[in-house]
Every structure is written in C-alpha cells, then in structure tokens.
C-alpha cells in the first residue's frame, strides 16, 4: 500500500473532523450500466498533420508508431481517424485524393493508407474512421460546393471505403460528412443508400462533426435521417452536450477535441477532456486533433499533437504528456466495455469514472487538474477550483468482493517542474471493497483489476537538430515507398512523383504538380500550388531547381526562399518568388499572390523545355539566374527576414521540378 493511502486511512478513522473532508463515492453497478465505452483515438489528417512522420528513418519511425498504438506500451490508441484526402488546404497542408479527375482512381497517395496499417498491424482490434474536409474540383462540377450533386460526393467517398479494403484490407468502421462545414440530410440519406448498395452495410455514418446543432435537432425531426446517422460527433464541446443529443439515444462522441500545445498544460487540458467528456456530456469516444505532430512546427497549430515527431533528418521524436495521460484510460479498458452511471465530480474538484468489461473487470480514472494547468486551446474555460483532498471509494454490487487494485499515477508538479508520468505504484489493498486516497492538485490515477499496464520505452532518439543546411533531390526514385518526395510539404496543389516517359535524357524521374483545377476547398487556398521545404528560420540561402512547364502561354512555375506562411494562412505568404512563364516572361516579387513585384523583364522560357532556376538571397538583396546566365542582381527585399524555400506553379497547372537543391548559410 502507498504510504499516503495508509496515513490517509488513519486520519479518516480517527478523527470526526477529518472524516468531514473525506467523502465517500459508490462505485457500482447494482442499478445496471451507463453507457457503452467506445475508445479514444487520434486523427491523423484535417490537414497533413502526419506528414513529416514518414520520412523517419527505422527504428525511429517504428518506435513513434508503437508509442502510438502499440497496446500496454503507450498510448494504446483504440481509434485511428484519418482525412480522406481532397487535393486542398486542410490546416496544415494539403493531403492527395484517391481520386484527383473524374476518371482517375489511385490508392497508394499520400501516407493515410501506410499509417492505418501499422496501426492495425500493432492493434488488429482499432476502430478506423475517414472524414473528408475538402473535395477534388469535379466532385462539384464548378462549384465550390460537394452536395450539389449528392450522387457524385457518396460514390467518391464509398469509392475510397471500397478502395482501403480492396487494396489494403482495411474495413473502415465509421465515415463522416464534410468536417466542420455545413451537412446536407439528403446527402447524408443518399450515403447511407450508397453504402449499402456497395455491400457495406457494416459502415456507420457519424454527423455532422461540428457543433451539436443543427443536427441533433434535423435527427429528431426526420425518421429517414435518424437511421442513417449512427453517431452524433461534435467537435471542441467543452466536456458538455446538449439536451437534444441525449434525447436521439445515439451514441455521442466528441469526435475532433484537444488541440492543444502538447506540454504539462496540454496534457492536463487532455486529463481534464477525458473524464469530464462522459461525466459532463455522456460522450463515449474522444478523438485528438492530432495524432503526432509530425509537420514544420512553424505552420499553424505547431506541436498540437499527442506527441512530437517533427525531424525525420535527426531521427528526433519527443514522447509527450499526453501519451501517457492516454495510457491511464487506454491500457486498462477496452472498446465495448461500459461506463457505470456512478461517474462524478469529487467534492473538492476533479472528477473520477468507472468502467466495466462486464466480466469482473473494473477501472477507476480520477483526475484532479486545476484550472490553469488545464486550459484547452478552447472552448474559453469557465473559473473552477480544485484543492487536495482526501476521497473513500466504496465498491458495491459485483464489484464488493474484489480485494486489490493495481495502481498508477501521474503528478504534474508544476511547483517543482519534476513531473512523473504514469509511474506504477504498489497495488491497493482493499478493505471491506473499500480504499481511500489522499489528492493532490494536478494528479491522474488509475486504480484497476487490469494486470498488463506497461510504460514502454525505448533508448533516447538522436538529439534534435536542425534542417540540413546543404540539401538536394533528384526525385530519381523508381519505386518510390510513397507518392511524395522526403520533407516536401505541399500547402496548396498536389507534387508526386512522377516518370517521364517522354524525356530520354537526364529527366525521367521528376516531381510533379499534378491538380489541374481547384478543389473544393475547406480553407481559404491560394490560387497557386506550392509546397514548402527546409528550416523556416533560413535567411541567407540559394535554391536552384530545374522547371518545365506544360502549359503552353499560360504556364507559370516558381522557386522561392523565406516563404513565411504555410497551412491555412498560405494565401497571405510573403517571400521571394522567382517566377518564370511561358509566354517569355519573368518576375521576383514579395508574395506567392504574385502583386508586390520586385523586379520583371524578358526570360525567353517557353513550355516543354527544361529550364535551370537559380534564386540567392542574401541580407537585404535577391539574385535570379536562368540557365547559368545572370537575369537581375540585387533586387531589394526587406521582408521577410527568415522562412522556408519553396517550388509551385501559378495556377492549378501541370508542371515538373528536378534536380532541387538548397544550399543555406
């Protein structure tokens, strides 16, 4: 027995005062079960949060996935959750349709597929999940819009769900609508219709992954479109729900939630989420945005992850707070399990639940996280007050004769900065089913009949460094492992790799953009492609990459330095862009919008003609070269003073890039 808990037991039988602060809680399930325990996840995806992660070297990247979902190791993740990909600007980056035309079907894009089945591969019983954010352009024909034609949208989402079982054998458990934008019942009916038309009659729909109206209210107010929605998902609840939702009787999850810097706090914000998620709001599954942070930590929401995987060129990865926060729930019950209704909050703040496998099995997760050391990234966090205390749990019904308890703790110790995660103590005798605790501020406790808790480790990865100062790419891979070239991460349009069948010389293997029309976007995209490489703190540096363009008068295609925006921001990105065009044009200016133009003249580029780009920028002053020979010196750029280096097109327009190289002080 923790000698806390045996001082604690004394205080409260001897003294009528201190039984006045040690509050008894039942834990039982005499009056039957609450609600069916349907796991917590992490979403890979909304947008290229998971970018960065494939580029790891083994055993680093291996190592990242088993803290992930590798079970009694890590976090043990029960669900994963991924974007399907639509061409388009999603947060963080841009993540590849399977379909990027209307007659092209294509299953090996991006790394969503990889990463389900490593999870699978660790956890063959984890629950997946797709949900599109953004659409390919013809799905609207024209339209910024995917309902318009509400037949297109389900074959092209059922297409995808076909597509991971077929070539992957992956069954996709739950689908959703479009994240965070508007539902359509009559889009949501037709899915349902074209799911079991496709023999997946096994694939529930969740809706609408936004707030928890106006859906709740469309589910009760329509027969048809209440069984076609298995689950409500609302995203950033703030722990409650709404009356409404209770009254569907669907399951309720808060399927996009955390999001939050992942230090002490953020892992406290994530103690915090899950409890209060069910004892607030009966929410049975909680999902992070996002999985790992495995994209440049420069880009909106930097370090928003379960843990940090952001240097595949060092092979560095940092296991946060959260994973083993996770682990408190995850390692010791299971999808199917259920909670028991005596849930609550403890007298002086924090909460605890209980759940069940229905066979003997109990697990108890308490927390007490303060206010301040819990703060999400939002919703705003009303004031509350949480101060140590001492607690008596009392085991009743089928659970009166259990006599041990395993025991596991996290203490954040903000005072002392000495934090210890998920440490396992001496397990618990009970007496009579009962055990008591003395609280402190900011602890997680598991108390459980479950054996196989374990913290995993592994040695130490290298030591963090910095984007290589000297990098190339000749993109001359035959069978590449993945659709887009190392470190590249595309932040509007779409590179991939790609063989040239038409150049028998030194330029088969390219990189190539590939979207010849805009998506249906969820974010405000920019009207160029561009993806964006390197350190975002360079200021001094030359990049050079050999271009060919495929539109003939109207191509234009760009290399760029200090690029100082990416993700949903890109739109606004400031840098310079050395930009060449097919009529026999060039220009450097200021921003990727093309307007603030530093210099301009005549080039003689045209398309279909391999062209050698060469971008220096130095101090205050930038310097383009075509083809070796010199087209405009010391063109005056006062900002930005750092960012990434970067290639794109001008519009959304078939073009190659080869022989890319950054050489940076």
Known sequence: ????????????????????????????????????????????????????????????????????????????????????????????????????????????????????????????????????????????????????????????????????????????????????????????????????????????????????????????????????????????PGTITVKEAVKTQKKLWSSEDYSTF??????????????????????????????????????????????????????????????????????????????????????????????????????????????????????????????????????????????????????????TQKPSFFEKLTPLKLVDGSFILHLAEDEVYTLTTVRTGQKGSYPDPPRSARFPKVYKDDFNVRNPPFSEAPNFADQAGVFEYYINMTDPGPHVFTFRQVLTERPITWATDAAQAISVIGDYQWQNLTVTCDVFLESVKTGGVFIAARVNKGGDLVRSANGVFFWVFADGTYKITNDLAGETVLAEGKSGTRAYVWQTLSLTVEGQYASVQLNGYPLWKNAVVLTPKNGWAAIGTHSFELAQFDNFAVVAE
């Open 1 to 236: 027995m923790d000698v806390r808990v045996l001082l604690v037991s004394l205080l409260c039988l001897g003294s009528s005062v201190h039984l006045s602060s040690c509050q008894t809680y039942v834990l039982s399930d005499r009056d039957g079960l609450g609600r069916e325990f349907d796991g917590i996840g992490g979403l890979s995806g909304g947008g290229a949060t998971s970018r960065l992660l494939v580029n790891y070297a083994e055993p680093y990247r291996s190592q990242i996935l088993d803290f992930l979902f590798k079970p009694n190791f890590g976090a043990s993740l029960h669900i994963l959750k991924v974007e399907i990909g639509g061409d388009a600007q999603t947060t963080d980056g841009t993540e590849p349709s399977h379909m990027h035309y209307e007659n092209d079907e294509n299953y090996f894009r991006g790394y969503e597929w990889w990463l389900m089945k490593e999870a699978k591969k660790r956890n063959p019983n984890i629950t997946l999940i797709g949900l599109p954010w953004a659409f390919p352009g013809w799905v609207g024909r024209g339209k910024n819009w995917p309902y318009d034609f509400p037949d297109i949208t389900a074959a092209y989402v059922v297409n995808w769900i076909l597509g991971a079982k077929q070539y992957h054998d992956l069954d996709i458990q739950y689908v959703g609508i479009w994240n965070e934008r508007n539902f359509d019942s009559k889009y949501i009916k037709l899915l349902r219709y074209t799911l079991d038309k496709s023999g997946l009659e096994r694939v529930r729909i969740v809706a609408s992954d936004n707030l928890w109206q106006p859906i709740t209210l469309s589910v009760l107010l329509d027969p048809e479109l209440s069984s076609a929605v298995d689950v409500i998902g609302a995203h950033y």
């Open 262 to 415: 992942n230090d002490e706090v953020g892992g406290g914000c994530w103690a915090r989420i899950l409890n209060q998620n069910y004892v607030n709001g009966l929410m049975t599954a909680t999902i992070s945005w996002n999985l790992v942070a495995s994209y440049y930590e420069e880009l909106p929401f930097g370090r928003d992850g379960l843990m940090t995987a952001e240097e595949p060129w060092s092979g560095n990865y940092v296991v946060d707070s959260p994973i083993w926060i996770t682990a408190h729930t995850t390692q010791f019950t299971q999808p199917g399990w259920s909670y028991l209704q005596t849930v609550g909050h403890l007298e002086q703040g924090g909460s605890y639940v209980a759940l069940t496998d229905g066979r003997g099995n109990l697990t108890v997760v308490i927390e007490t996280m303060t206010h301040n050391h819990s703060v999400c990234i939002r919703p705003p966090l009303l004031p509350f007050n949480v101060t140590s205390q001492s607690a008596t749990f009392q085991l009743k019904g089928s659970f009166a004769s259990i006599s041990e308890l395993q025991v596991w703790r996290s203490q954040f110790n903000f005072k």
